[in-house]
């Protein structure tokens, strides 16, 4: 009875809930679509008040676009209005133009046809005029003009002649003026040692019984010497000294040095003169290269080829009248490089060409040829640009300078060559130069007698005036300067002076 009790209550527990639940569930259900459709109903209602609004920004912004357009279209059209206004001027401008020109054409036909009348009038007065003076003066037109023409040629050459001679006196004295100011400042920036040298070729012993020694048994040890060194040993009676004698400045340096290692030693014999031989040969490589390396050095060029440098140091042992080459070469280089900054030119091309215008002299013994030409070849060969081959082809006068480097070079070697105590020749020597330089002058027709000057350095020609006008003076004076070119040899630069009564012919060679 309890059990049917409790499954009564059960199931009546269960349709209760069932019906409360469907009760509540249908009253949610209509909650729910009362919450939907009231978002909808607001959805729709902001909807159209999004839509309104964006009606109302488009009407406004398409508003401020038309007001903007029609502004713009306002600011067009009063620019249209002024460009017109512009070429309505223009127009007007041009149209007023055209009338002032057409009334100058006008102006001008008129103006023409009066000047073609008048000169018809005036052409008609001419030739009236000129017969009349035909008939006075004898003559006709072309004989009148040709006369006149050859007085006016003659005044003006006269006149022509007169200028060129006050330009050229004016010319020569100012650029004697300027070059004795250059080489003056060279000169004195250069403050060389003009020690003249001599070529060493006595060694002195200090007896005579060495002598004996040195010649050897049957002659052994002297002809060892002979034909390693390849000079030539003369042994004779001078007291204490021994001479030697060869072409080639370095050998004799070398067998200098070995004969007095040998003299000094005590010991001569053929195998003993190998050995110091060779030693002396080792050290004399070595001054010539010392030498080379110093002489670039003291100029301050770089570059040089290792050959060029050694050749350098062989002038080291070259003489020229006594004047040592080496200290020449630099002597020019400096003296080229002082005149090369005066006259603002390439002073490093100028102090090249100085140090390297005698390389020739290291090898004019090997090579036939002046050596002006031989340096330049060696130079050439060795990679020297051809700015530097030319000065030291010009140098002597070989070939006619073209560059002004190259006049400087020339002009530094004269000074360097021909300064007093630079260098020294015999009394003999000196005066048959002197002779033969006024013998020479004197062989040309129309010479009274002649003088030279200045070592040698000038020659005064006096000509006879009956014989020689000015004009054969400068012919006579050239020819001089040329026959002293090619027959006598010279250092430096000889100046030939023609003399005619109280004018002087001067040319320079």
Do not use: W
């Amino acid at each position: 009875m309890d059990i049917i009790y409790v499954i009564g209550s059960l199931v009546l527990g269960a349709v209760i809930g069932f019906v409360l639940h469907r009760f509540f569930v249908a009253d949610k259900v209509n909650r729910s679509r009362e919450s939907a459709d009231r978002l909808i109903a607001d959805a729709e209602k902001a909807a159209e008040t999004t839509k309104k609004e964006m009606v109302l920004e488009a009407k406004d912004e398409i508003f401020h676009m038309k007001a903007a357009a029609d502004e713009d279209i306002k600011e067009r059209r009063k620019e249209l209005a002024a460009m017109e206004n512009r070429l309505i001027q223009r127009e007007e401008s041009m149209e007023r133009r055209a009338d002032s020109l057409d009334k100058r054409e006008h102006q001008l036909a008129s103006q023409v046809g009066q000047v073609a009348k008048r000169e018809k009038d005036l052409e008609d007065a001419i030739a009236e005029e000129k017969s009349r003076l035909e008939s006075m003066a004898g003559m006709s037109t072309d004989e009148a003009r040709n006369v006149l023409l050859e007085r006016v040629r003659q005044d003006v050459t006269h006149d022509a002649a007169v200028l060129i001679r006050e330009a050229e006196s004016r010319a020569r004295e100012e650029a004697d003026r300027k070059a004795r100011n250059i080489v003056g400042i060279a000169i004195q920036r250069v403050a060389a040692d003009h020690t003249a040298e001599s070529t060493v070729s006595v060694v002195h012993i200090p007896s005579d019984d060495l002598k004996g020694r040195i010649i050897g048994r049957e002659g052994r040890n002297i002809r060892a010497f002979e034909q390693l060194t390849g000079i030539n040993l003369i042994i004779d009676d001078t007291p204490e000294a021994v001479i030697l004698s060869s072409f080639d400045p370095v050998r004799r340096e070398i067998g200098r040095i070995t004969l007095e290692t040998l003299i000094a030693d005590g010991r001569i014999h053929p195998a003993r003169i190998e050995e110091m031989y060779e030693k002396a040969t080792t050290l004399v490589d070595q001054q010539i290269h010392d030498a080379g390396e110093q002489a670039v050095f003291d100029t301050g060029i770089h570059g040089l080829h290792t050959d060029l440098v050694r050749t350098l140091g062989r002038l080291r042992f070259r003489t020229s009248y006594g004047q040592n080459v080496l200290k020449h070469s630099l002597e020019v280089s400096y003296l080229a490089g002082v005149m090369a900054a005066e006259l603002g030119v390439d002073v490093k091309l100028a102090k090249r060409a100085g140090l390297l215008h005698d390389l020739g002299k290291a090898i004019d013994h090997e090579i036939e040829g002046p050596h002006a030409v031989i340096g330049a070849d060696l130079a050439r060969r060795l990679g020297e640009p051809k700015e530097i081959l030319h000065c030291i082809e010009a140098h002597h006068g070989d070939v006619e300078p073209s560059t002004v480097e190259a006049v400087i070079v020339q002009a530094a070697d004269a000074i360097s060559a021909s300064r007093p105590g630079a260098r020294r020749e015999t009394l003999e020597s000196y005066i048959k130069r002197l002779e033969k330089l006024e013998a020479l002058a004197e062989s040309h027709k129309g010479v009274e007698k002649s003088y030279a000057m200045q070592a040698g350095r000038e020659i005064r020609v006096m000509v006879k005036p009956d014989d020689i006008s000015d004009a054969d003076s400068v012919v006579l004076a050239r020819d001089i300067a040329k026959q002293i070119e090619d027959e006598l040899q010279y250092p430096g630069q000889i100046k030939v002076m023609v003399i005619r009564e109280s004018r002087a012919i001067e040319f320079a060679k």
